[in-house]
């Protein structure tokens, strides 16, 4: 059937195919970019959203001595956006720190009451004497048990090393409450004291000195968290602590 004719006798006109307005595509059709007319393509229209990444800040417990410094670093550098809280913990308060989850996990030393805690071992610090910088003791490079026999051995209230010292002498004054306090009173010759070489470098006097004790006990440092689920900061920390890379799996 011929079309009709246009009023000034042109070619019959049509209407496109496709609908009014489509340019040609079907409703919802897909353009060649995979994208349909709204803009979006398919299978974004289907994507869950991301996980958003841990909102910090991650509490760090660390007795005194510990030495986590280069760890914080790596910390900073690959999570920019998560606060890392240092706070330090005593001897006497470490496992309660854990407990209580006022830290989410923490360096503390042995000995201590593991129940409810993973632990991961770190590192284990020797044993030193400090001593009067003009004590006679320092005439030695090291020291043992037996060259302790007679003298008064000081115990802080908050003691990092538990040990009997075969003929050892005890104080005739009330033990100092710190480590420090331990130190300073040492430096004035009337006694010595047994911790671990950091504490030794970290309370350093002109008027005091250390020397190794070759069989005294060692203090083992662990990286501790209570069980249960563990979080995704505390477990970004283990990595670290772990060595694992930044693109590594656990």
């Known amino acids: 059937m011929a079309g009709r004719a246009s009023p000034r006798g042109g070619t019959p006109s049509r209407r496109p195919r496709g609908g009014k307005g489509t340019g040609g595509r079907t409703p919802g059709a897909k353009t060649p970019t995979g994208k349909t007319p709204g803009g979006k393509t398919g299978a974004s229209a289907n994507r869950p959203a991301a996980t958003p990444p841990p909102r910090g800040p991650f509490r760090l417990g660390a007795i005194e001595g510990a030495t986590p410094g280069k760890w914080i670093d790596i910390w900073q550098e690959r999570m920019p956006g998560v606060t890392l809280e240092l706070t330090p913990l005593t001897i006497a308060g470490q496992r309660a720190a854990l407990t209580s989850a006022s830290v989410d996990a923490a360096l503390v030393r042995r000995p201590l009451d593991e129940a409810g805690l993973h632990v991961i071992p770190l590192y284990e610090e020797v044993a030193v004497v400090v001593c009067g910088a003009d004590s006679h003791l320092t005439a030695a490079d090291e020291l043992t048990l037996a060259d302790l026999v007679g003298e008064v051995v000081i115990t802080p209230h908050d003691a990092p090393l538990q040990l009997h010292v075969p003929g050892a002498l005890a104080p005739r004054f009330d033990p100092p409450e710190t480590v420090g306090d331990a130190i300073a009173t040492a430096a004035t010759g009337v006694g010595v004291v047994i911790v671990p ?29 209570p069980t249960g689920d563990t979080s995704p900061l505390v477990d970004a920390f283990i990595g670290i602590v772990r060595g694992r890379t930044a693109n590594s799996s656990r």
Do not use: N, Q
Request: glycine share 4%; charged share 20%.
């Open 197 to 225: 070489l950091s504490l030794a470098r970290l309370h350093h006097r002109k008027d005091a000195a250390h020397r190794p004790l070759v069989d005294g006990p060692t203090s083992p440092v662990v990286l501790a968290w």
